[in-house]
């Protein structure tokens, strides 16, 4: 296997109880945020990556709560896997007093994940094993590891911890199709898993270096900026880079399946039946993003929706079923959980260009047609356009 994990919500009552053991307190949930490092094996270097760390954690006014070893059993795992394995830690961090809003905070750690990670790895000496985040948030973490699926369980005990509760699992097993194996390229990341390839990287990753240098946001100072470039670095895979992008473009202040329909746009140039105000959204977003094309087919979660897209030419399957207690499952194939056909109220597959989303607040699913009749309208993009 070239890697395999999972996603899921901060699981706040493990977490509480598991530090309430090391003597340390949480705050109440959403007052706080988890990271989760891979760390180089050498603990010099892993010492040196906290220290790093914890001065960009200070330089954000932003406080250290603790951090927990991740208990993991190697047994299952191979030799070539085990070779490269990480040291892993999760890291507590403390909301800030003066960040009001929940938005606000998960920025904050965005900031706080790629300014550290730039240090270190520009610091640090190259290994095998680099400081890798695989996720830093206040709603989600990820567990993950070069690992075959089976053994993702077997790996994190945590995963079998009854405590351990989500509202979702977003699961990928990869297959290294344009990069090699390695722990921090196994999926999910922190926004997306992606079946598929992107044709267009290169484009897009010529796009984005050459307009790095005038970003602007009302959400980001200039200095906060600075510690974010570059979004994409190097050696990750194509499904990393386009997951880097989608963090950016969600947390500057747009809804995750805006973002969606920016980069994996439908087939709208010609298409003569589309609604006028949804093609103006697609005409005017295409000024400003090259789209990211290629046969995909993308889940996408924010810890509070979750739901999947469909490239435009529907090149990858994506078959789902709801049933009745309230669950919905999706996968590149029906079967990929075994469900008791006596349960099931509704299955389908995902059309070409189309979105599906699981509101889990809300308790809903939401159409394609509805989410993207309100994301459409919520500018005058026809009359930017003319």
């Not at 005017?284 to 929706?305: L, Q």
């Amino acid at each position: 296997g070239d890697g395999a994990g999972i996603m899921i919500q901060i699981p706040h009552e493990f977490f509480f109880d598991e530090l309430l053991h090391k003597g340390i307190q949480l705050p109440n949930a959403g007052e706080y945020g988890v990271g989760f490092i891979f760390s180089p094996s050498e603990k010099g270097l892993a010492a040196e990556c906290k220290e790093i760390f914890e001065r960009a954690a200070e330089k954000l006014n932003i406080e250290i709560i603790g951090y927990r070893q991740v208990p993991v059993n190697r047994d299952p795992i191979g030799p070539t896997a085990l070779s490269v394995e990480p040291i892993m830690e999760q890291v507590f961090v403390k909301k800030p007093d003066h960040v009001k809003d929940a938005e606000d905070f998960e920025r904050k750690l965005f900031i706080l994940k790629n300014y550290a990670s730039h240090t270190i790895n520009n610091t640090i000496k190259k290994g095998p094993i680099d400081f890798y985040m695989t996720s830093l948030s206040q709603n989600v973490i990820v567990y993950k590891g070069q690992l075959t699926s089976h053994q993702v369980r077997e790996y994190f005990p945590d995963l079998s911890d009854k405590r351990v509760v989500s509202a979702f699992g977003l699961v990928h097993s990869r297959f290294a199709t344009n990069t090699f194996p390695s722990w921090k390229l196994a999926q999910p990341f922190r926004y997306i898993a992606h079946n598929g390839e992107i044709n267009t990287l290169q484009g897009n990753l010529n796009w984005l270096r050459s307009n790095e240098s005038s970003f602007l946001s009302p959400y980001f100072s200039k200095e906060e900026l600075d510690m974010i470039l570059p979004v994409v670095t190097g050696g990750q895979s194509d499904s990393a880079c386009l997951d880097n992008v989608i963090e950016l473009l969600t947390l500057s202040g747009r809804s995750l399946p805006h973002v969606m329909m920016m980069l994996i746009p439908e087939a709208w140039d010609g298409n003569e039946s589309m609604d006028p105000i949804k093609k103006a959204f697609y005409e005017y977003h295409a000024a400003i993003m090259e789209p990211w094309d290629g046969p995909a087919s993308i889940s996408f979660t924010n810890g509070k929706m979750i739901g999947a897209t469909l490239d435009r030419n529907g090149l990858r399957p994506s078959r789902y079923c709801v049933t009745k207690d309230d669950r919905v499952i999706m996968a590149s194939e029906t079967g990929a959980l075994p469900v008791d056909q006596s349960t099931v109220i509704e299955k389908g597959r995902l059309q070409p260009g189309k979105m599906f989303v699981v509101d889990m607040e809300a308790g809903r699913i939401i159409s394609d047609t509805e989410l993207k009749e309100k994301i459409c309208s919520q500018q005058p993009y026809g009359d930017w356009l003319d």
